[in-house]
């Protein structure tokens, strides 16, 4: 890592973006927060369980956990056309697999358990943030987890890895380019979730995952809080 | 499947026998909104923005400039285009997928109550006459479904334009610069052009119902309204109403616009 490399928000290589959660922000569902990291704002709710519905779909062996992000029109600059596309789909997928680990879905057979993420404001990691958001409203709708996933998108800008990267730093074009790396860990740092673009070698892999465990560390401890406090709990 | 619950015929029964004596469940009068709740610039990558809340309901509304090409029948004139959707997020009752008819129908109206009252100058959209125009974009997503999302759609789709700004234009390449807001202001009239819908329960003419309230409406009028002036409407379910009725819806709206106005005057300046 180079030494000299300055971010262009200045920011240390392994600080976080401003972060902020609360839970509980929209009444009608069974469970909901709000995650902001720098100025990506995510929205979360969750509906259910309740039954699958198309029935042809419920699993006598296992609930199910259906995830829906949704990138709202006028959260990026070049509006975004309304309804799913191709990269939705995928990120839909993404989420689930990201999350399901840490809850214990099997307890839910023939059911499903809706989780819709909304982002409100993006400005890079917007799939993290969905992710952090959800597993929050999941706890808030008082599902059974054995964990907490906290997630965050890294970055190697040029040769240097930092974390949470913002819109400006995945535009980064001098030298190798940006590299965008988002992860999600369980508080016991597994990965539940890693993909990547860009290039990078194995050796930094390692750091990389090593940086991640301790942003999703600090990910984590907002996320209690956020829980805590919406039961008026005291750290 | 779990059918979404719907309010129970006791209670509906309860609504109606209040509704009778001229009372509400939350005290208010037939006439009277809930509390207004408004924060803009809730999007920084939106030209304008805002997050309305009435009572427990909630929508947010983005305005969006992009570039389009003119209508052929009106070569020299913006263009507007208004979307909703109901998300899964803000009650159990909506499902993913395509738009269903109540979002169709919500974008529509709102879209009619902006473009009938003149409220935006299309003229002053034009770049170049039959190539090239401003399309403002307004986008409505709900939150939180408490009853009267149409209302609350209405109000931020106003508050957003007002407060929306227009993105740089860079005229010899003819793209917009993102990221860069001029501060000129959308052209707009001084009107503030609102959704008020009223709804028929039994014998009684309500505003801004809740969503047990909702629930029970018979039949809705939705009326565009600005100042005095109609200049759209809709009138939706199936129940009849008399010409008395309407009258009566006129002159609840009336009274609704002033109160509503009172409450977002300093957000539509």
Known sequence: MTKEFKRSDGRKLDEMRPMSAKVGVIPSADGSAMWKQGDTIAIAAVHGPKKMHPQHQQDPSTGKLRCN????????????????????????????????????????????????????QADAGTRCAGINAAVLALAHAGIPMKTMVSSVALGKLDKTLVVDINKAEEDFEEGEGSTDIPVTMTHDGKITHMQLDGKITPKQMTDVMKMAKKACDEIYEIQKKALKDSIGGKE | MDKFQTTSDVTGERIKQYLAKGKRFDDRKLDEFRDIEIEVGISKKAEGSCRVKIGKTEVLVGVKMGLGTPYADNPDKGNLMTTAELTPLSS???????????????????????????????????????????????????????????????????????????????????????????????????????????????????????????????????????????????????????PEEFEKVFGIVEIAWKDIFKKIERFVK
């Open chain 1, 69 to 120: 992000y949704t990138l709202m029109s006028f959260s990026v600059s070049d509006r975004a056309r309304p309804g799913k596309n191709r990269r939705s789909q995928e990120i839909d997928q993404i989420i689930n697999w990201a999350i399901e680990p840490a809850l214990l879905i099997k307890n839910y057979p023939n059911m499903v358990i809706d989780v819709s993420i909304n982002i409100t």
């Open chain 2, 92 to 242: 159990p009752r909506f499902e993913s997928g395509p738009p269903k008819f109540e979002a169709i129908e919500l974008s529509r109206v709102i879209d009619r109550g902006i473009r009938e009252s003149k409220v935006i100058d299309f003229e002053k959209l034009c770049i170049k006459e039959g190539e090239k125009v401003w399309t403002v974009f307004v986008d409505i997503y709900s939150m939180n479904d408490d009853g009267n999302l149409m209302d609350a759609a209405g109000i931020g789709a106003v508050v957003a334009l007002k407060n929306a700004r227009m993105p740089k234009y860079d005229e010899k390449k003819g793209v917009i610069v993102y990221g860069e807001m001029t501060d000129e202001k959308l052209p707009l009239s001084k009107d503030i052009p609102l959704a008020i819908t009223a709804h028929k329960i039994g014998d009684s003419i309500i505003v801004d119902p809740t969503l047990e309230e909702e629930d029970l409406s018979e039949a809705r009028v939705t009326v565009g309204f600005s100042d005095g002036i109609i200049s759209s409407m809709q009138k939706g379910n199936s129940a009849p109403l008399t």
